[in-house]
């Protein structure tokens, strides 16, 4: 049994980082990369995906599929943007959904929007202040 976790965390570390950007990266983004990138790294996080207005970063423990989970996260926020207009909510800064086995944050920092994938039992408290340090 511990063999298989030791299996899985070598498998999330080798996972690949994909980068697209234009010429003139924001400072703010390249910050959040370098934050995401060591969040990333902790234990129960399973990848995350930086969008800027001109560059994203995917970095997945399942790269393959990553075009799912990027659907799946602007799904997550616009659904969340039309329970905030009903509700009268002025703006939805984040949004955490917790499923049964997993959890996700998903943050709009300045033009940039943040979706992290982690284990049910990760401190996505903690991940939210190391965002912004």
């Known amino acids: 049994m511990k063999k298989a ?16 950007s234009a010429e003139d990266e924001d400072i703010d983004f390249a910050s959040l990369g370098a934050s995401l990138t060591e969040i990333r790294k902790l234990k129960g996080v399973s990848g995350f995906i930086l969008r800027g207005s ?3 970063i995917v970095d997945l423990a399942e790269p393959d599929k990553m075009v799912q989970y990027a ?12 329970i905030a207009k009903q509700s009268n909510i ?3 800064e984040s949004v955490l959904l ?20 982690m284990d049910k039992n990760a401190n996505h408290s903690w991940i939210i202040k190391k965002i912004f340090t």
């Not at 659907?71 to 039309?82: K, P, T, V």
């Not at 917790?98 to 994938?117: D, F, H, P, R, T």
């Open 90 to 92: 002025a703006t939805v």
């Open 5 to 20: 976790s030791n299996t899985q965390e070598m498998e999330i570390a080798a996972a690949p980082v994909i980068m697209a």
């Open 98 to 117: 917790e499923a049964e086995k997993m959890k996700v944050l998903y943050m709009s920092i300045g033009e940039n929007q943040v979706c992290v994938l």
């Open 54 to 56: 001109t560059s994203a």
């Open 71 to 82: 659907l799946w996260s602007h799904q997550l926020f616009e659904r969340s943007l039309e």
